[in-house]
């Protein structure tokens, strides 16, 4: 009897605290017994005796929850149509529960069971009205539970898509006689009764979603990574691994007195911290990777800044291939900020069209001076729209442009390039940037275009110099792309691979950009499914582990082992939300946020 009770304390141990829900379930030792044997591993201490170590295959959670829910919703049948409305070739209509069966024989009637997972043409009726036909040839399928999509036994209804035929069919299937309940599917309801019965974990729900509002290649493949199994299978091991370490900790605090241990409490203190530092950096790699995934959902922002009249907006218009900007030769005809979003080679982009920035000074060598120019309150509040979108975008484009020469410089015949001394600070600061001088067109500089490369790490070397920045050698200054707008509008290219006015090449090195700030190694890519809500999670699972290694750590035997068992648990909670195993009320919450998201019928 003493084995029974302790089976029953360490099982209502685990029951309240390890699964973190705060419920007296009236269990008896044979339940008890089959979870521990199920959804328990043992240890095996010197003395014989058995301490249940959490670890799961269809939670505590699920099993209190379910014990919780309304018996009705168990026998509700949900139906919905899982094609896009409008008219169609096909309508797929999507039905999931019991009453499949009922629904069947309400407008197939005189016609037998289709086979599981075979197709059937069949004739649909009335279910009131049987001599009244809703639709000829219609394709039917049926999946038995539990291997399928919900783990319910679901009906395929392919009918005819045009609008009337859908609406009738939808129309007669709540009219079909059932003792169990007929309704509509909410939004995202199969999704969510997939979740419910363990054929998908919330991992794989998120990446679900990812995948219906994938618009660019490289968000596919995001969504494609993350609905495999292996974010869900990783989170659960670490959890596991917590669980079982946690259990290793108040085992020392139950039995400490009376049992004998393999290892002391401060080796068994030591394996653990060992193992929480070793998750620590996994959780480090997650966390990265989920940047680079959110650059990929999304999308990249990238802010084209540089002088006035440096040609922003015509860039634009180029890289979009339509007139998304206005254009004019009047400095300053942008005043507030035009956004447009494309898909380049697969990367969803949004570009930034900002207002010109006007730094203390525009380094132009007509003089050899630094010339101050007159900002008006309309110009300035459009430069600091320009400065806030340029720090919350991801990659920055800096303009500068060439001019006909004048003065000295005509003189020397050199072409003349200006450049914003903020523009190119903002760009040389930035993690990911691009610098283009525009305006190098060819009916002008063509016989001088050699001569510019040298003009351009003159002027930037000033720039530098003033800013108390200046590098060493001209190796060390960042290149730029000469690229002419006017020449892309004509159609004159230098070379086919660069395209007119080198803007293909332009799009090409944004491309290579973009690949460097969002591939991983290829066993790791599976990393880009994580999502920002996991992402959060795994800082807070970070915070409790560290929290428990400086606990764990603390000299002269004073660990308190009661505290550092609590971060544990905390941590193992924090993963317990990532695939939806922790506190019943928390996982409400989170399928609220996540199903919302989903359209009806999936």
């Given amino acids: 009897m003493a084995h029974r009770d302790g089976a029953l304390i360490r099982f ?39 301490i249940c170590i959490p670890g799961w295959r269809r939670s505590l959670f699920s099993f209190a929850a379910q014990s919780q829910v309304s018996s009705n919703s168990e026998f509700e049948t949900i139906y919905a149509l899982s094609t896009g409305p409008g008219k169609a070739g096909i309508a797929i209509i999507r039905i999931s529960g019991p009453a499949c069966f009922d629904i069947y024989n309400g407008l197939c009637s005189t016609q037998p069971y289709p086979k599981p997972r075979y197709a059937s043409v069949r004739t649909l009726y009335d279910p009131v009205k ?17 291997r399928t999509v919900t783990g319910e ?91 079982y370490a946690r259990g290793e900790l108040e085992a020392l605090i139950d039995f400490s007195e009376d049992q004998h241990f393999d290892e002391s409490p401060a080796e068994l203190l030591k394996s653990v911290s ?14 990265e990777a989920s940047h680079r995934g959110q650059l990929l959902k999304r999308g990249i922002r990238i802010a084209l800044i540089g002088p ?42 949004t570009f930034a069209d900002t207002a010109g920035l006007r730094g203390d000074s525009i380094v132009n060598e007509t003089q050899g001076l630094l010339v101050d120019p007159a900002i008006g309150e309309i110009e300035k509040e459009g430069i600091r729209r320009a400065k806030i979108k340029a720090s919350q975008s991801d990659v920055i484009i800096a303009l500068a442009y060439c001019k006909p020469a004048s003065g000295s410089i005509k003189e020397r015949h050199e072409p003349e390039i200006v450049i914003d001394e903020l523009s190119m600070t903002t760009a040389m600061n930035a993690r990911h940037s691009l610098i283009v001088v525009n305006k190098v067109d060819s009916d002008i500089y063509g016989n001088k275009y050699s001569e510019l490369p040298e003009n351009w790490r003159r002027k930037l070397y000033m720039v530098q110099k003033r800013a108390g920045v200046a590098k060493s050698t001209d190796a060390d200054l960042p290149a730029a792309l000469m690229i002419s707008c006017k020449d892309a509008q004509l159609g004159k290219a230098v070379t086919s691979e660069s395209g007119a006015g080198n803007i293909r090449l332009l799009v090409d090195k944004l491309a290579t950009i973009f690949e460097e700030m969002t591939n991983l190694p290829t066993d790791m890519e599976d990393l880009l499914g ?7 999670l795994l800082v807070a699972c970070a915070k409790h582990l560290n929290l428990f290694i400086n606990e764990a750590r603390t000299g002269n035997g004073e660990c308190d082992i ?14 317990s939300r990532i695939i939806g195993r922790g506190e019943a009320s928390d996982i409400e919450e989170v399928l609220g946020v996540v199903f919302e998201k989903f359209c009806v019928g999936k």
């Fill in 12 to 50: 209502s141990l685990y029951a309240r605290h390890a699964c973190n829900l705060r419920l007296n379930l009236p269990v008896s030792f044979r339940t008890a017994k089959h979870l521990c044997t199920s959804d328990y591993r043992h240890k095996k201490h010197a003395t014989g005796s058995f």
């Fill in 130 to 146: 049987q001599s009244e036909v809703l639709d000829s040839d219609a394709l039917v399928l049926h999946f038995p539970a539990p």
């Fill in 153 to 243: 036994d679901i009906l395929e209804l392919h009918v005819h898509g045009g609008s009337a035929t859908i609406r009738a069919v939808l129309a007669a299937i709540p009219r079909c006689s059932s003792k169990f309940s007929i309704r509509y599917a909410e939004p995202g309801e199969f999704t969510r009764r997939a979740f419910q019965n363990d054929r998908l974990d919330l991992s794989q729900v998120e990446a679900l979603s990812d995948t219906l509002s994938a618009e660019t290649e490289q968000q596919r493949r995001a969504a494609v990574r993350g609905n495999s199994r292996i974010l869900g299978r990783t989170y659960e091991k670490w959890r596991q691994q917590l669980l």
């Fill in 274 to 287: 060992d193992q929480a530092e070793v998750m620590l950096n996994s959780i480090s790699s997650h966390k």
């Fill in 308 to 349: 006035p009249n440096a040609g922003k907006s015509s860039l634009l218009n180029q890289i979009v291939g339509r007139e998304a900007s206005i254009v004019s030769s009047e400095a300053g005809t942008t005043r507030d900020i035009v956004e447009v979003s494309l898909d380049i080679r697969g990367y969803l982009c």
């Fill in 530 to 536: 994580v999502t920002e809500r996991q992402r959060q």
């Fill in 562 to 575: 009661v505290l550092a068992a609590e971060h544990l648990r905390s941590a193992a909670n924090c993963l």
